[in-house]
């Protein structure tokens, strides 16, 4: 078992390698991604400086708290669509077909199919976010959480977008959905959660899981908490199980295009 994960491992690894050295290829459109990605980020702090130049704390955030969450935020992006780009475009992938070249090959469907291609502007997100854990203030310690969240957050995401796109093997359309929980995840983790009330609050930490990828792991990083560390690993491994559950269960109703592409 051990050794079929290591292998499994091992070829992803080498599909994100080749993909990575594809992008590199032509190195000005690859600088140019990352660089403008950072400066993009960068700007959306612009309007915080504003607002925190107005009051002192919004949300019950300080600037810097502010600065850590995007940090989170972004590299938890980064990590989900740098080595798992593919999960983002998964309802594509069942719908038109493309799933077919990766049902004869002797290695994991699922894996294989969210790790054949790397988005290099995610690099940006990733550099961006160690930016803002500097400016925060770096310790060891704070430095190891960080990256620790940024990596569990990452595969949080993908998860939730594996589980949005798998409705795809069920109902047309369905894209539509993945894209949207995929918004929402997105847009509402650059915001202080205490500016949220009521319903939407409880639908933050619940069906619209930013709660546990974002606002939990900046608590922790600000005041460690064992038991709120706790809750977003074991948050992480149930929805990884969830996601996984669901596309093999979705994947016994795939109806092949006989369309097949080679993938190496």
């Known amino acids: 078992m051990l050794m079929v994960v290591k292998n499994q491992l091992k070829i992803s690894w080498l599909s994100i390698k080749y993909a990575l050295i594809r992008e590199m290829l032509n190195k ?25 130049s107005l009051k002192d704390n919004v949300g019950g955030y300080t600037f810097k708290q502010v600065l850590l969450l995007w940090g989170i935020a972004s590299g938890t992006y980064g990590v989900a669509h740098f080595f798992f780009k593919k999960a983002f475009s998964l309802s594509d992938t069942i719908n038109t077909g493309k799933l077919d070249s990766y049902l004869v090959q002797p290695k994991n469907i699922l894996i294989s199919a969210i790790t054949t291609d790397i988005d290099t502007s995610a690099l940006g997100d990733m550099i961006y976010a160690y930016i803002t854990l500097f400016i925060y203030g770096v310790t060891l310690p704070n430095f190891l959480l960080f990256t620790f969240f940024c990596i569990i957050g990452g595969i949080f995401l993908t998860s939730i ?20 929980g995929n918004g929402l995840m997105t847009n509402f983790a650059t915001y202080p959660d205490g500016i949220f009330k ?9 069906l619209i899981p930013v709660g546990i990828v974002n606002y939990i792991p ?3 990083m600000v005041n460690f908490d064992l038991g709120s560390f706790l809750i977003v690993i074991m ?28 993938k190496i």
Do not use: E, P
Request: net charge positive.
């Open 218 to 220: 900046v608590r922790v």
């Open 198 to 206: 009521g319903i939407v609050k409880i639908l933050l930490f619940t």
């Open 28 to 52: 000005t459109t690859f600088l140019t991604n990352i660089i403008f990605m950072v400066l993009n980020n960068a700007s959306f702090i612009v309007q915080w400086i504003i607002l925190y």
């Open 161 to 180: 977008s594996i589980i949005l796109s798998s409705l795809s093997f069920w109902f047309s359309k369905s894209d539509i959905i993945a894209d949207t």
């Open 235 to 262: 948050a992480t491994i149930f929805i990884v199980i969830l996601a996984f559950l669901v596309f093999y269960k979705g994947l016994k109703k795939y109806s092949s295009s006989n369309l097949m592409i080679a």
